[in-house]
């Protein structure tokens, strides 16, 4: 079974505008990380956040996590017709001789209307 | 080069056919892995090698096959697949050397698709 679960599923907004996407996961988690996939392709990294972390930014982008909670959010500001894509949140688990398997949730559909 | 290649981008294969996947990254990785993404799912990891030795296999069925030749390449032997086993394939790498974590890097995938 997935680790996380994004919401939403689809989210449809206007170019400028913030985008927040939330992830919930089941089990204590080592680290947390956010992947961006434009339709179809691979997978880019977008960032990780640590699991003593309760904030981290990079440039547009706002991850924050709650341990407690079993969540974290990615926040895209200032949205471009670009950023449309699905985005992935993932935990990760140690796999041995410094592997790390990643978990996907089911991903959050974004699209950014010009 | 941060690049994950691999190679084809797209297959069409019959029920009875061989054939093979192939990935290859020239960033000094030591960790390499496949995944399999269904339409609108996520990818869901297949098999994880380290160091060029097999450390993970999610109970894949043995119609795949993988093989880590040397630390720059990992194949995916496909035999004998079903109609249900058309999917996205991605490789992705990783350093393989970092003590807590690691990102993945992950090639453009390989659709495939079984007639």
């Known amino acids: 079974s997935q680790q996380g679960e994004e919401d939403p599923q689809a989210l449809s907004i206007q170019e400028g505008e913030n985008a927040t996407m939330n992830c919930s996961y089941k089990t204590s988690i080592n680290n947390l990380q956010w992947y961006r996939q434009n339709s179809g392709r691979g997978l880019v990294h977008l960032i990780l956040?640590?699991?003593?972390?309760r904030e981290k930014h990079s440039g547009r982008l706002r991850v924050t996590l709650d341990t407690s909670k079993k969540s974290s959010s990615l926040l895209i500001t200032a949205s471009r017709a670009a950023d449309t894509a699905s985005y992935f949140c993932a935990t990760d688990k140690n796999s041995g001789a410094g592997s790390y398997q990643l978990t996907f949730g089911k991903g959050t559909k974004l699209s950014v209307i010009p | 080069d941060t690049e994950v290649t691999q190679t084809p981008k797209h297959l069409v294969m019959g029920m009875t056919n061989k054939k093979s996947l192939k990935c290859e990254q020239h960033?000094?990785?030591?960790?390499m892995y496949w995944y399999k993404q269904k339409a609108k799912k996520p990818p869901e990891l297949m098999f994880v090698?380290?160091?060029?030795?097999?450390?993970i296999n999610e109970s894949v069925p043995s119609r795949f096959s993988p093989e880590c030749p040397n630390s720059s390449l990992l194949n995916l032997h496909l035999h004998a697949l079903q109609p249900e086993d058309s999917a996205l394939y991605l490789c992705?790498?990783?350093?393989?050397?970092?003590?807590?974590?690691?990102?993945?890097?992950f090639g453009p995938g390989t659709r495939l698709t079984v007639l």
């Open positions: 956040i640590r699991s003593n972390e």
């Open positions: 090698y380290s160091y060029e030795k097999l450390s």
């Open positions: 992705a790498s990783s350093q393989g050397s970092l003590p807590n974590t690691d990102t993945q890097y």
């Open positions: 960033m000094g990785h030591r960790a």
